[in-house]
């Protein structure tokens, strides 16, 4: 069946010579993978690759099948970003959010409020000009009311990660608390160590509640380039 969807990549493989699988999130029909062949030959005068970079919004066109592999029968941008792949901090951040995104959606059904979730607070980042350094933690706790786990307080995420034999600094719980309870727009100062702390105890809340979450190869990078 033919259908209409947005869509937001989160990544693709190469597939045999010339074609790639795209694992797309998409608006209508939750995490789909789409096969399209030839999108890497030279005689592709389209350049499909264009429209499979990270985090790319997308209008969509496609053959859709309850399981297995999908094609994309027409695709468009909905909207290009206009800081996030030229400002090497953003684009840090984009591409940890794409890892992070990749290891925890996993559900082929509709979400509206996730997939708006997500394209909102991408756009935020976009047009953010200042005070953006603890984007990626915050999009992080309101991800998890999306996947189950919801974090109400930094009382609940510290006991949780005691339990799992983790180790926290009590002295940091306020902070951790005014970043649960704030918005991307209630900026929270703070300094890069404090906030690598606080993304290793998050990060190691997905890897207890998610199974086969595995590490995060984008964290290093983030964590150098956002100290």
């Known amino acids: 069946m033919i259908e209409k969807t947005k869509g937001i990549v989160l990544d693709f493989i190469r597939y045999r010579e010339t074609s790639v699988i795209v694992k797309i999130y998409t608006e209508e029909f939750g995490l789909k993978s789409y096969l399209v062949n030839g ?12 429209f499979f970079q990270p985090l790319t919004m997308l209008n969509l066109v496609v053959y859709n099948r309850p399981s297995g592999l999908n094609r994309i029968k027409e695709m468009s941008l909905e909207m290009a970003f206009q ?10 951040i984009a591409m940890f959010l794409v890892e992070m995104l990749s290891k925890s959606l996993r559900e082929e059904e509709k979400n509206d409020h996730l997939f708006q979730f997500i394209q909102q607070s ?10 953006y350094e603890n984007f990626h933690i915050q999009f992080l706790f309101g991800l998890t009311h999306f996947l189950g786990i919801a974090i109400e307080s930094s009382a609940e995420i510290f006991s949780q990660l005691q339990d799992s034999g983790i180790t926290v600094n009590q002295e940091l719980s306020e902070k951790l608390h ?20 606080l993304l290793n105890y998050l990060i190691r809340f997905f890897q207890i509640h998610l ?3 595995g590490e995060i190869k984008s964290l290093n990078i983030l964590k150098q380039i956002n100290s």
């Open 178 to 197: 005014q970043i649960i309870q704030g918005n991307y727009l209630a900026f929270v100062k703070l300094n890069g160590k404090t906030r690598s702390i």
């Open 83 to 92: 800081s996030i792949p030229f400002e090497i901090k953003k684009t840090s």
């Open 211 to 213: 199974e086969n979450f």
């Open 39 to 50: 999108a890497r030959s030279s005689k592709n005068k389209s350049n499909p690759m264009a």
């Open 122 to 131: 991408l756009l935020f980042l976009d047009h953010c000009e200042a005070d």
